[in-house]
């Protein structure tokens, strides 16, 4: 920041959600302690410069967007403040990202007890968005394990929040978007675990209401269960996938697996089939259309996996977790057009019969994805999140500008479809949600955050494209 | 290609080259705002840019000199327009020292004027159309800026400058498709070249400002000579060696 001011002294910035369909410009500061941003926030204040909040920009859409406003770069604040290696307790800054919590957690035997697909979300992000893993059945959003967290609100008071200390706004700033503040520290549990490993099974599905037995039937003892899609499949195998279950090994189970609670022993590999990580995206980009992606899914589902004798295998949590990164940089593979995730979450009773509606709307369009994620979800406390009784299916479209209106229609009617279910959205995936759409999923619950939000941010000092677009406060 | 500009701003719109390509624009139904210092100027271009069938034209007093004002007077405009498709970057001063005369002050103001305000607004245009992906950057250059010229050393350096930011400004967002569009008139008839004793090959101020958004609407990050003969006098100039270059009055 310059004497000048935000406005006139801040560096403008041009920032993508994470799928890259989506840009803005804005003013752009990176602060570097509390101080610094309580300093920042005074000034945008003054200047009636509407801020939002952003990490390292995982978020697929426009959650960490603010056309001509402030980005807040919060990466300046990063540290591990503390972790207790008795009870796995961590304190982190909202900079420091989900792998530096892991490597700070696992050469003490505790693992992050939710973790995305990727290991760059930063602790302001998860807790923004209220992260889900590939357990979120069991484990629930990260969220839950959360125990406390700062807040510094729009007048510069610093609140700290639990579910014991002003729990209204502990709930509504899980899952609120970074819309009521800016949180300065998490604090949250981890898990113990015995050994560096995971026992994995891989399960072909040739349909979805096969894929939906599978989960079933695992679900009560599986600690990950998550199921790929191939999209392009349809007739008799629509929905068809494979299921992958993992579950933790105690150390009679894996001795071995006990030296791999190492940081250095749980690296992704340096190569995939040969080829350096660095540049497999370019070989992805040749296959990134539909006929390429018809193929690759289909290789995906009839190609064996490294099974052992018992079909299963072992792999590293590292391994297991952060599927996203094994290919540095993949969402080029998509292009400058880039590409959106859709994510639906459908109540249990809704789900089997609405999700097949899903995917054969697909085909019907002629716009199918080129990735499907399927899990199944538990409900959870905070005002608005995604989490619910039932089951989501994330979905990768290309986005094509010289022809938008196909994916812009297909997405207007699943939408109504998964409202009629009564389904929820996430925010950190979402780009086609419009403010009624929003207001229909989330009814009361989205009065009562935006009476918080009146509360705390009575200026709607916190904004975003976003929150714009979905009119949630401000 | 031909683009069509429907929200233009125009800085440097009170008089010569800037007045006569918001007059153009607005009379292609473009909506302009027009930004210059001189209130009474700005008034006087507005009322005979306002005519039937003309696009809407507002007037903001601006001076770019006053570097912390112009990310405000750019959201001001771009606001006043409901979006922007086209920057022209028309402001530009012109001082000839006598011999002996070292105004370094005026140097400066000159830096100010025609390069590092430049700089601030079509980066900020910059910034906007990249993330549009779309969007016309004009900036008028110089034939001058081509070599340094002992006649007018802050001028030809503020035009080089110029000319090598908007060659930066390509390479990083054409890509992006934004249209960065470097002009490099020759003489021109305006106000600022009036005391000039030679003027070769002069046009007027209408004719630059109809050579200059031809150039605009054909798309395609151009950088581009003001009539394109200039080319070829430029081609030679360039390639003078400096020892021959240094004894011509230039």
């Known amino acids: 920041m310059t004497g000048a001011g935000l406005r006139a002294g801040a560096p403008w910035r041009v920032l993508d959600g994470f799928g890259g369909s989506q840009r803005s410009a804005s003013l752009f500061t990176r602060p570097r302690s509390v101080e610094e941003l309580a300093d920042v926030l005074r000034q945008a204040r003054a200047e009636r410069l509407p801020v939002s909040f952003r990490g390292n920009g995982r978020s697929y859409g426009d959650a960490s967007l603010n056309t001509g406003g402030l980005a807040i770069d919060v990466r300046g604040m990063n540290r591990v403040l503390a972790f207790d290696r008795a009870s796995?307790?961590?304190e982190l800054e909202p900079g420091a990202t989900i792998e530096d919590l892991w490597r700070a957690a696992l050469p003490h035997g505790f693992w992050p007890q939710v973790v995305p697909g990727t290991m760059f979300p930063t602790m302001g992000g998860c807790v923004a968005m209220n992260i889900h893993g590939k357990n979120c059945f069991k484990a629930g959003p990260f969220g839950d394990h959360v125990v406390e967290l700062d807040l510094l609100a729009a007048d510069g008071t610093l609140h700290t929040l639990s579910r014991e200390r002003e729990p209204e706004t502990f709930r509504a700033v899980v899952a609120g978007l970074g819309?009521?503040?800016?949180?300065?520290?998490?604090?949250?549990?981890?898990?113990?675990?015995?050994?560096?490993r995971l026992r994995v099974r891989p399960v072909r599905t040739p349909n979805l209401a096969a894929m939906f037995d599978c989960f079933a039937q695992r679900l009560p003892t599986a600690d990950y269960l998550v199921g790929?899609?191939?999209?392009?499949?349809?007739g008799a195998a629509l929905g068809r996938g494979l299921v992958h279950e993992a579950n933790y090994l105690s150390a009679a189970e894996d001795p071995q697996g006990r030296s791999l609670l190492d940081n250095d022993r749980q690296g992704l590999p340096p190569s995939i089939m040969g080829v350096p990580r660095s540049v497999v995206w370019r070989f992805m980009k040749l296959f990134t259309n539909d006929p390429g992606m018809r193929l690759v899914n289909a290789l995906k589902y009839h190609l064996p996996e490294s099974f052992g004798g018992d079909g299963s295998f072992l792999e590293t949590h590292v391994a297991f977790a952060f599927l996203l990164d094994y290919v540095?940089?993949?969402?080029?593979a998509y292009g400058d057009a880039g590409f959106i995730q859709y994510q639906v979450f459908v109540p249990d009773s809704t789900a089997r019969a609405c999700l097949a509606e899903v995917l054969s709307r697909c085909r019907r369009r002629g716009v199918v994805s080129y990735l499907g994620v399927f899990k199944r979800h538990r409900p959870d406390e905070f005002l608005l999140s995604h989490g619910l009784d039932g089951w989501s299916l994330a979905l990768d479209f290309p986005v094509r500008p010289r022809d938008p209106a196909p994916l812009r229609e297909l997405t207007r009617e699943l939408t109504d479809l998964v409202l009629e279910a009564g389904g929820l959205f996430y925010a950190a995936k979402d780009s086609v949600l419009d403010a009624p759409q929003f207001a229909?999923?989330?009814?009361?619950?989205?009065?009562?955050?935006?009476?918080?939000?009146?509360?705390?941010?009575?200026?709607?000092?916190?904004?975003?494209?976003?929150?714009?677009r979905l009119a949630i406060g401000g | 290609m031909s683009l069509r500009f429907q929200r233009a701003i125009v800085v440097g719109g009170s008089s010569g080259i800037g007045a006569a390509i918001a007059r153009q624009l607005a009379a292609g139904g473009a909506a302009v705002a027009i930004l210059g210092r001189r209130t009474d100027e700005l008034d006087r271009v507005a009322a005979a840019a306002r005519a039937p069938g003309a696009g809407a034209v507002t007037t903001l007093a601006h001076d770019v000199t006053d570097a912390d004002s112009i990310a405000g007077a750019f959201g001001r405009a771009v606001d006043s327009l409901g979006g922007l498709d086209l920057l022209v970057y028309a402001a530009g001063i012109l001082h000839v020292p006598e011999e002996g005369e070292y105004d370094l002050g005026r140097d400066r103001e000159i830096m100010k004027v025609n390069a590092l305000g430049a700089m601030t607004w079509t980066g900020l245009a910059a910034a906007r159309f990249e993330a549009a992906r779309a969007g016309t950057i004009v900036a008028i250059s110089s034939i001058a800026g081509e070599r340094g010229r002992r006649t007018m050393p802050a001028y030809t350096t503020s035009k080089a400058a110029l000319t090598a930011w908007m060659e930066a400004l390509r390479n990083r967002v054409s890509r992006h498709g934004v249209n960065v569009v470097t002009v490099k008139p020759g003489f021109v008839d305006t106000e600022q070249t009036r005391h000039l004793a030679k003027k070769p090959m002069v046009i007027s101020a209408e004719r630059a400002a109809s050579l200059i958004l031809a150039a605009a609407r054909r798309g395609g990050s151009p950088s581009t000579f003001i009539p394109a003969r200039w080319g070829a006098v430029a081609f030679v100039v360039r390639n003078l060696p400096s020892r021959l270059f240094r004894r011509l009055d230039l």
């Open chain 1, 440 to 468: 229909r999923a989330y009814g009361d619950r989205l009065q009562r955050f935006r009476a918080i939000k009146r509360a705390l941010d009575p200026d709607a000092l916190f904004r975003s494209d976003l929150s714009r």
């Open chain 1, 88 to 90: 796995g307790v961590a």
């Open chain 1, 179 to 196: 819309l009521l503040g800016a949180v300065t520290r998490v604090k949250l549990r981890t898990k113990r675990i015995e050994t560096g």
């Open chain 1, 328 to 332: 540095p940089n993949w969402r080029a």
């Open chain 1, 228 to 234: 790929w899609i191939d999209g392009f499949a349809g």
